[in-house]
């Protein structure tokens, strides 16, 4: 929790560490949307794990409750007005009530016949909301607010644009130290704030006899049922709360750009979260947030790398060799950044089946063993000096 909390608090001033006119800013990822998505993301990577590292349960559509919690928000912004609580609310209960039909129905069969139903009912909401269901999605379009919209609750002094309580989410103030430039923007702390009681509300979860329930499923399901527990109601309350937190997650993303598109439900929204609950560490409590970090930094710095910064830094080499290092390094890099993180999902699963915070754990383990071992070497050299 220390660790969440120092994380997030700091994270303008750790994610720029590097001052605007170095060539290294081009690493730097402390501008407010980027860190708004790691926040946003982290919440919906930390309810994936609620169901997947407790229980088990791969489910392959929980973008489905992502963009059903974002159209729930823009609809409250256009009924009532931009204050983002009542969005959140409902974005949460809607997003719980969906959960709750899809879950009901897909829990009835387990492995892969399960990660096959979500998936299913995931595409089925992706069409739904793309051509059927126009009058409230939009279609392809997106559903966004405009000023006929009713907008009962929003008074004339509030701001046109999404706030919480007169407080603009956009607001940012810029905080600069000789060369470096830090960007201090309120939605961001707000998401900030309700990740860090999402990932407490989680470890409560984790430690409760809940959650032991939901281990002893994932550990022997067949047996459990053998001693007498009807295991259902425990993997279908693991799927709503699961589905709970990615409503919540699509309703911050409305907040921070009031826009719902059926893009937000597709199934490689789905797939992603379940890269960042695995590259992070499955069933561990902090490594879906650092997964889904990872990812988002992948995405949209680690893709920014093009030819002409490659060109920048093998500069001081000769130009032959210059050009064939940029020709080497340029599939990974840029729009090659899938290919870069392929490789390191794969070099994690294999030598790290517990993803960073096993790595993470590894490293720390080592140097525990040093020290012991230094103290053990050190009494044993004393005992020889008095002998």
Same mark, same amino acid.
């Given at each position: 929790?220390?660790?969440?909390?120092?994380?997030?608090?700091?994270?303008?001033?750790?994610?720029?560490?590097?001052?605007?006119?170095?060539?290294?800013?081009?690493?730097?990822?402390?501008?407010?949307?980027?860190?708004?998505?790691?926040?946003? @993301?982290?919440?919906?990577?930390?309810?994936?794990?609620?169901?997947?590292?407790?229980?088990?349960?791969? #489910?392959?559509?929980?973008?489905?409750?992502?963009?059903?919690? #974002?159209?729930?928000?823009? =609809?409250?912004?256009?009924?009532?007005?931009?204050?983002?609580?009542?969005?959140?609310?409902?974005?949460?209960?809607?997003?719980?009530?969906?959960?709750?039909?899809?879950?009901?129905?897909?829990?009835?069969?387990?492995?892969?016949?399960?990660?096959?139903?979500?998936?299913?009912?995931?595409?089925?909401?992706?069409?739904?909301?793309?051509?059927?269901?126009?009058?409230?999605?939009?279609?392809?379009?997106?559903?966004?607010?405009?000023?006929?919209?009713?907008?009962?609750?929003?008074?004339?002094?509030?701001?046109?644009?999404?706030?919480?309580?007169?407080?603009?989410?956009?607001?940012?103030?810029?905080?600069?130290?000789?060369? =470096? #430039?830090?960007?201090?923007?309120?939605?961001?702390? *707000?998401?900030?704030?309700?990740?860090?009681?999402? @990932?407490?509300?989680?470890?409560?979860?984790?430690?409760?006899?809940?959650?032991?329930?939901?281990?002893?499923?994932?550990?022997?399901?067949?047996?459990?049922?053998?001693?007498?527990?009807?295991?259902?109601?425990?993997?279908?309350?693991?799927?709503?709360?699961?589905?709970?937190?990615?409503?919540?997650?699509?309703?911050?993303?409305?907040?921070?750009?009031?826009?719902?598109?059926?893009?937000?439900?597709? =199934?490689?929204?789905?797939?992603?979260?379940?890269?960042?609950?695995?590259?992070?560490?499955?069933?561990?409590?902090?490594?879906?947030?650092?997964?889904?970090?990872?990812?988002?930094?992948?995405?949209?710095?680690?893709?920014?790398?093009?030819?002409?910064?490659?060109?920048?830094?093998?500069?001081?080499?000769?130009?032959?060799?210059?050009?064939?290092?940029?020709?080497?390094?340029?599939?990974?890099?840029?729009?090659? =950044?899938?290919?870069?993180?392929?490789?390191? @999902?794969?070099?994690?699963?294999?030598?790290?089946?517990?993803?960073?915070?096993?790595?993470?754990?590894?490293?720390? #383990?080592?140097?525990?063993?040093?020290?012991?071992?230094?103290?053990?070497?050190?009494?044993?050299?004393?005992?020889?000096? *008095?002998?």
């Amino acid at each position: 929790m220390g660790i969440v909390l120092f994380l997030t608090l700091a994270a303008p001033f750790i994610l720029n560490p590097f001052p605007a006119t170095s060539g290294m800013a081009q690493f730097n990822a402390g501008y407010p949307d980027l860190m708004q998505r790691f926040v946003i @993301f982290g919440i919906f990577a930390i309810g994936f794990n609620i169901l997947f590292g407790l229980t088990g349960y791969l #489910s392959f559509g929980h973008a489905a409750f992502l963009g059903v919690g #974002s159209y729930s928000a823009v =609809w409250m912004f256009k009924l009532l007005g931009y204050n983002i609580v009542p969005g959140l609310v409902l974005s949460v209960i809607v997003a719980g009530l969906f959960s709750l039909v899809i879950g009901y129905i897909s829990l009835r069969r387990s492995g892969i016949y399960f990660s096959i139903l979500t998936l299913a009912f995931a595409q089925m909401s992706f069409a739904l909301a793309y051509s059927v269901l126009t009058p409230i999605t939009n279609g392809e379009t997106g559903l966004q607010v405009y000023t006929s919209d009713p907008q009962y609750l929003q008074s004339a002094d509030a701001p046109s644009i999404p706030h919480l309580f007169g407080l603009e989410m956009r607001a940012t103030e810029t905080l600069r130290l000789g060369g =470096w #430039s830090f960007d201090l923007n309120f939605g961001y702390y *707000v998401c900030a704030v309700v990740m860090v009681l999402a @990932f407490y509300l989680a470890i409560r979860i984790f430690r409760s006899p809940f959650g032991m329930m939901l281990r002893a499923v994932k550990s022997n399901q067949q047996r459990m049922n053998y001693t007498g527990l009807n295991s259902r109601p425990y993997t279908l309350a693991a799927f709503v709360i699961s589905g709970m937190y990615a409503g919540l997650a699509g309703g911050l993303m409305a907040s921070m750009d009031p826009l719902a598109g059926a893009e937000r439900m597709q =199934w490689t929204a789905s797939g992603e979260v379940v890269l960042m609950t695995i590259l992070g560490g499955a069933g561990t409590l902090i490594g879906p947030v650092l997964g889904a970090g990872l990812i988002k930094y992948f995405e949209n710095i680690f893709s920014k790398i093009n030819d002409g910064v490659l060109h920048q830094w093998f500069a001081f080499m000769p130009d032959g060799i210059e050009d064939l290092l940029v020709g080497i390094v340029h599939p990974f890099v840029g729009k090659g =950044w899938h290919l870069t993180l392929g490789l390191l @999902f794969m070099l994690v699963v294999i030598f790290l089946p517990g993803g960073l915070v096993e790595g993470g754990q590894r490293i720390a #383990s080592v140097f525990r063993r040093d020290r012991k071992a230094g103290g053990a070497e050190a009494r044993a050299a004393a005992k020889r000096n *008095v002998e």
